[in-house]
């Protein structure tokens, strides 16, 4: 049975403290790019968020993924879908939500550099101490030490329905499973959403 990971439960003011730091980094550093390249599905948000803040019309998308819950098969980020547009000399910003391994924003700026832009720069909201890739901007940096799974805002169903199954290993029925949450991995949630998931997703045979 494994064990569940400490979990963050980030707000929308958290998102909205972010995008500001971002923007501001950004500016500071005479750097507005003329095309934002989100990452599916992570980096949409951010990217919006961000295109908005800094007067960027032009979002494109690229998705550099790990597969299933944590990783893909060979345990390496893949580019699964290309870019959904040109960027051939544009100057770019890659954007995603966190830095955790940093493979998968790696990956992307590697892809998107061969598409001939005439700059290409990363940003993220988080940065977590660990990541093998640092990004150029980043709005909050997350010390090794201290590493948690981050539940963000745009994911928030889908990560309650994973990490709830997970616990529902521990112990069967929708209250044990809110306690398991808040005990094992520090997420309080409302028995209401839980109740929502199991609709959907059967938690246990009871």
Request: aromatic share 8%; hydrophobic share 40%.
């Given at each position: ?15 909205e ?112 101490g ?6 150029t ?5 997350i ?11 745009w ?8 990490l ?22 520090g997420?309080?949630v409302p ?5 929502r ?10």
């Amino acid at each position: 049975m494994e064990d569940l990971p400490r979990c963050r439960t980030a707000t929308w003011d958290d998102v909205e403290r972010w995008a500001d730091r971002l923007e501001e980094l950004v500016r500071a550093a005479d750097a507005v790019p003329e095309t934002l390249v989100g990452l599916t599905r992570g980096g949409w948000v951010p990217a919006r968020l961000l295109a908005d803040r800094l007067g960027v019309h032009r979002v494109v998308s690229l998705r550099a993924q790990h597969w299933g819950v944590t990783a893909t098969p060979t345990g390496e980020a893949v580019v699964s879908e290309g870019l959904s547009g040109p960027v051939k000399g544009q100057r770019v910003l890659v954007v995603d939500d966190i830095t955790d391994t940093g493979d998968s924003l790696r990956l992307a700026v590697d892809h998107v550099r061969r598409a001939g832009p005439s700059s290409v720069e990363s940003a993220a909201f988080l940065h977590i101490g660990h990541s093998k890739f640092v990004p150029t901007y980043y709005a909050e940096e997350i010390p090794r030490g201290s590493w948690a799974w981050v539940v963000f805002p745009w994911n928030y169903w889908e990560d309650l329905t994973a990490l709830a199954s997970r616990a529902a290993e521990f112990g069967p029925g929708l209250d044990a499973v809110r306690t398991t949450l808040k005990e094992k991995a520090g997420l309080d949630v409302p028995l209401a959403d839980l109740r929502r998931v199991a609709r959907h997703h059967p938690l246990s045979k009871n």
